[in-house]
């Protein structure tokens, strides 16, 4: 696969290629930013959700971004985690149970400053939205 045929990949099919090929194929994305997997539990229907994200490190736990290009509701992602934040989280070939938890204050506006580093586009989706973009903090247990 080409370097702009990764970079499109989207949904489920980035999921199935990266889970696949242990992130040979969709950890590197668009713009040079790196994408890990998450899995959380439907909060209504229980059964596993996996989505592609990109994501920062914070030391040793992954940081992700719940905007929804700047969508005024949360992601479902999101919605599962506040109803269940136990995950399972893929970074390439390493896969590992995490806790998620919402950053908050100086933790907050430091990692968002960090995450638009990787993803410059998540200022311009806070300027679509009322809400504040939750920064997701995912620790491994």
Do not use: C
Not at 39 to 46: D, E, H, I, P, V
Not at 50 to 59: K, S
């Amino acid at each position: 696969m080409s370097t702009a045929e990764a970079e499109n990949l989207f949904g489920d099919e980035h999921v199935r290629r990266y889970v696949e090929t242990d992130g040979e194929v969709g950890y590197i994305w668009r713009e040079g930013s790196t994408i890990l997997v998450l899995t959380t539990t439907g909060r209504r229907s229980g059964e596993p959700r996996t989505n592609p994200l990109i994501f920062g490190w914070d030391g040793e736990s992954p940081v992700i971004v719940a905007s929804k290009g700047g969508a005024p509701e949360h992601p479902g992602w999101f919605k599962n985690i506040e109803a269940n934040p136990e995950v399972g989280v893929q970074v390439k070939a390493d896969r590992f149970r995490a806790r998620a938890r919402v950053a908050e204050g100086e933790e907050r506006e430091r990692l968002w400053r960090m995450m638009n580093g990787i993803w410059q586009h998540y200022d311009e989706y806070q300027t679509r939205t009322d809400r504040e973009i939750p920064v997701v903090v995912l620790e491994r247990v």
